[in-house]
T-cell receptor, first 109, second 112 residues
C-alpha cells in the first residue's frame, strides 16, 4: 500500500509570514511529486510540480524534494489570506498517482 | 477551452439505484482519471484510462465501472448504489500519465 502522509493541520500563520507544508511518502520508486491547492467546495488546482532533488521556485512558492529522505515540502512566502486553503501532496509511482489527505492552511490578517 | 466538465453537479440516489457520472475534456488529453473524495480525506483513485478503449483499476474500483469509447469522454457508472458511495467525485485529465492533472468541478453524490 503506497502511503502519502501529511499533517492535517490546521496550520495557522500570520499574513506576510512563511508557511511550510510537509509531505512524506512510502514508495522509494516514486518519480513525480505535485502540490495542489483546493479551496473549500472546489476542485484541486496545480501549484507546483517537482521531479528531481532540490528546490524549485515559482513566484512565492518553493517546492523542495529530498528522495533519500522521502520527503517533499512546499514553502509559501509572504502568505496572503487568499492562500487559505487545503494543500494536497500527490506522488506518482509506477504511473499511479496517490494523494495525501491534505493540510489545511489558514492565513490570518 | 472548457477544460474538464462534469455532470451532474449534485445528485441524490436511493440505495440500489444506478447512475452514470459524465466527464468530458476538450484538451485532447489521452489520460483520464476518476477520483472520489470523502470529507477530510485525500483523493482516492477509482479508475484511470490511458486512451480510448483502455481502462484500468485504481485503488478503490469496487462498485464502479468505466468505459472510454472516445478521447473526450470518460463516464463512470455506479451500479446498485450504496451509502458508502456517498462522496464527491472528481474527473481529471492529463497530457502525460506522469504529469499534472486538470480537474473537473466535481459531482456531489448522496446515497440514502
Amino acid at each position: 500500500q503506497k502511503e502519502v502522509e501529511q499533517n492535517s493541520g490546521p496550520l495557522s500563520v500570520p499574513e506576510g509570514a512563511i508557511a511550510s507544508l510537509n509531505c512524506t511518502y512510502s514508495d522509494r520508486g516514486s518519480q513525480s511529486f505535485f502540490w495542489y491547492r483546493q479551496y473549500s467546495g472546489k476542485s484541486p488546482e496545480l501549484i507546483m510540480s517537482i521531479y528531481s532533488n532540490g528546490d524549485k521556485e515559482d513566484g512565492r512558492f518553493t517546492a523542495q524534494l529530498n528522495k533519500a529522505s522521502q520527503y517533499v515540502s512546499l514553502l509559501i512566502r509572504d502568505s496572503q489570506p487568499s492562500d487559505s486553503a487545503t494543500y494536497l501532496c500527490a506522488v506518482t509511482a509506477a504511473l499511479i498517482p496517490t494523494f495525501g489527505r491534505g493540510t489545511s492552511l489558514i492565513v490570518h490578517p | 477551452n472548457a477544460g474538464v466538465t462534469q455532470t451532474p453537479k449534485f445528485r441524490i440516489l436511493k440505495i440500489g439505484q444506478s447512475m452514470t457520472l459524465q466527464c468530458t475534456q476538450d484538451m485532447n488529453h489521452n489520460y483520464m482519471y476518476w477520483y472520489r473524495q470523502d470529507p477530510g480525506m485525500g483523493l482516492k483513485l477509482i479508475y484511470y484510462s490511458v486512451g480510448a478503449g483502455i481502462t484500468d483499476k485504481g485503488e478503490v474500483p469496487n462498485g464502479y465501472n468505466v468505459s472510454r469509447s472516445t478521447t473526450e469522454d470518460f463516464p463512470l457508472r455506479l451500479e446498485l448504489a450504496a451509502p458508502s458511495q456517498t462522496s464527491v467525485y472528481f474527473c481529471a485529465s492529463s497530457i502525460l500519465l506522469d504529469y499534472e492533472q486538470y480537474f473537473g468541478p466535481g459531482t456531489r453524490l448522496t446515497v440514502t
